[in-house]
């Protein structure tokens, strides 16, 4: 699920990014804070950083007095990806396994379905593996699924989100 949210961070910008005009300031400050929203990534609470909506304000800068550089309190609207438990999405197959699959689905890579998940396929080996059921529907590497999300886990080392996801319900499975 998307989520908008207001944030407010600190940004800091080093003595010789600072300009009289003011206009290379608000750059600058921009900047950093667009580089600080990409290295973040992710956050427990939040999910995924996308993307950057509004600047709503920015603070007075307050100079720190051992660097010299000035730490400005910015005011941002934010958008993020954040997976629910029960929640319908789509993803993409990039890994076929023996027990199940591992799929992605936006800026998620690690969501694993397991081949206990989905009841109606069996394992068929090979060079290319895949899923197979009675319907002649296929599971394999590539393929699009609906599936809904069954738990989730923050993995804070990785600064990602990892998903068990389960294909048992109306309307799961390939897409077309």
Request: hydrophobic content about 45%; aromatic content about 10%.
């Amino acid at each position: 699920m998307f989520l908008k949210t207001q944030l407010s961070w600190n940004v800091i910008i080093p003595a010789e990014n600072l300009d009289a005009k003011g206009l290379m300031l608000q750059r600058s400050i921009i900047v950093r804070l667009m580089d600080q929203f990409a290295r973040k990534k992710a956050t427990k609470d939040l999910g995924y950083f996308l993307a950057i909506k509004d600047l709503e304000s920015i603070g007075e800068g307050r100079v720190r007095e051992l660097t010299g550089e000035v730490l400005f309190p910015v005011v941002f609207t934010a958008i993020s990806f954040k997976l629910f438990r029960g929640e319908i999405l789509e993803g993409v197959v990039h890994k076929v396994l023996k027990h199940g699959v591992f799929l992605r689905s936006g800026p998620v890579e690690n969501i694993y379905l397991s081949n206990l998940k989905m009841s109606d396929y069996t394992y068929s080996p090979g060079e290319n593996p895949e899923f197979l059921s009675e319907k002649a529907s296929k599971i394999g590497k590539d393929v699009k699924l609906r599936f809904m999300v069954i738990g989730t886990k923050w993995m804070e080392a990785e600064r990602e989100i990892q998903a068990l996801v389960s294909l048992e319900g109306d309307y799961l499975g390939p897409v077309s």
